[in-house]
């Protein structure tokens, strides 16, 4: 059981605009901030967002993420096919005296 | 350009232990913690531990109290991971990454695959 809870899946079609979602507690979302990561199987996570809705450079601006209360979400617009992923958000957890990563969102696009 | 370039895989059988290095380069050593994350076949991201290599503190996730140590030799500019008392369920991709103490940041190493099997 991962601390931070996410949807297992996700999925849209090409041009859509997808929302995933990322709940957590006042231990971790609700007093830290939250990155997203995408991972393309068989290779290392690459991150997305940080600070929960920044960007590094060279990630496009149809990604973006948002924090509020204990719970994060990222969204996607302008869906492609390059963006199935498995997608995971983490968090610094104060109670645990380490960061924490949700289970993960397997992201299809149909 | 920023590089984290880990060691290669390793078979180990259960009760001993496994290191994995991880090299930094193309950043100063000292101004960035090191993560160790790890991912079970068809599993999703574990937190194991961070180290500071500036001092060498080191904090690592309960799961793993007693059984894992992170130190770093600042003279390569280069991390180790050992996991000892290894058993199946230790059969994972393990890496390491840059970061803030928070998380880890887009520095990720490509990842060693340990497999514990009799």
């Not at chain 1, 079609?13 to 939250?34: D, E």
């Not at chain 1, 509020?68 to 990222?74: I, K, M, R, V």
């Not at chain 2, 390793?10 to 090299?23: D, F, L, Q, T």
Request: proline share 5%.
């Amino acid at each position: 059981q991962s601390v931070l809870t996410q949807p297992p899946s996700a999925s849209g079609t090409p041009g859509q605009r997808v929302t995933i979602s990322c709940s957590g507690g006042s231990s971790n979302i609700g007093s830290n901030t939250v990155n997203w990561y995408q991972q393309v199987p068989g290779t290392a996570p690459k991150l997305l967002i940080y600070n929960s809705g920044q960007r590094p450079s060279g990630v496009p601006d149809r990604f973006s993420g948002s924090r509020s209360g204990t719970s994060a979400s990222l969204a996607i617009s302008g869906l492609q096919s390059e963006d199935e992923a498995d997608y995971y958000c983490a968090s610094w957890d104060a109670s645990l005296n380490g960061p924490v990563f949700g289970g993960g969102t397997k992201l299809t696009v149909l | 350009q920023v590089h984290l370039v880990q060691s290669g895989a390793e078979v180990k059988k259960p009760g001993a232990s496994v290191r994995v290095s991880c090299k930094a380069s193309g950043y100063t050593f000292t101004s960035y913690y090191i993560h160790w994350v790890r991912q079970a076949p068809g599993q999703g991201l574990e937190w194991m531990g961070i180290i500071n290599p500036s001092g060498g503190s080191t904090n690592y996730a309960q799961k793993f109290q007693g059984r894992v140590t992170v130190t770093r030799d600042t003279s390569t500019g280069t991390v180790y991971m050992d996991l000892s008392s290894l058993r199946s369920e230790d059969t994972a991709v393990y890496y390491c990454a840059r970061g803030t103490i928070g998380a880890p940041d887009e520095y990720w190493g490509q990842g060693t695959l340990v497999t514990v099997s009799s």
